[in-house]
């Protein structure tokens, strides 16, 4: 069973002393709490494969290096965003500034491969491989989100949005799935599967968080944020379908002030009733994702972990 606080405390154990007085920044990226979901998925699948023989100790370097590569994309995605607030407390950019933010941002992603260079088994060299492949794809999908962000909306597709946060966010689970499995010596078909079924939990997450940005409550973020900085978002593909042209004017111009480009988003939502045909979007999407369990071995752990996730608000 995935336990938290033991995997709390060992991040709490890290050291960074190569970093001087800069290390207490890797200590506040890394301790900003979150769902520490990608560790717990790799735990899952390595404890699932590997059966009764499952060790934490021995798992414990790839479920860091998963985590902190996470933070690494978060930190990086904060200071593209120029977000004030994650999880309800000031963002490593805020807190210090871009280019502190970007250098702690490459140490993390270095951290990831001192623990990976650290584990003693004959998989090191598969697991490396999973994971700066899910890397390079998480930047793929930043790339792309930027590039949409600054295309006119009617030359967004939905398709270019859902590529986009599959690489973004799915990335990222699907590697985990897989690492973990890698670890237990897992068949690659097994793996390879895994990995399609934590893409489109990805998927389904990402579409969540993007609702959510617009109609959660328990955020921790400014409702809209999103909106504000002109992310094309599913439901702004939506909206932008029904918008008075003086309503797409403001909404596309640059010039509009953030947060009146919100306000405008926020009350288009509410006037098309996007909240309930948004959520009958993310029901069709966390269909997808139980699809693809009926070709993994552990799908009844990772629809319980699905189901968890599907109710949460932040």
Known sequence: MWNLSAFEESLAGLRWPELGAWEKWMKYALDGGGKRLRPALAWESYRFYQGESASWEKALP?????????????????????????????????????????LIGDALLIAVYQRLAQMDVPETNQLATCLSQAALRVCHGQLQDLTLAQTPTPQVSMEAYLTMITEKTGALLGAALEA???????????????????????????????????FGEETGKVRGGDIAEGKKTFLWLWAWEKATPHEKSLLEDPTTPPEKRREIGLNLYDRLALRERGQAFLQAAYEEFLQALQAVQMGKVLRQIGENLRHRQR
Do not use: W
């Open 62 to 102: 790839l479920l860091q290096a998963i985590e902190l590569l996470h933070t690494f994309t978060l930190v990086h995605d904060d200071v593209m965003d120029r977000s004030a607030l994650r999880r309800g407390r000031p963002t490593l950019y805020k807190q210090t500034d871009e280019n502190t933010a970007i």
């Open 180 to 214: 973990g499995a890698l670890l237990a010596q897992a068949p690659m078909s097994e793996c390879q599967q895994l990995r399609h079924a934590g893409e489109l939990l990805g998927r389904f997450f990402q579409l969540q968080d993007d609702y959510l940005d617009a």
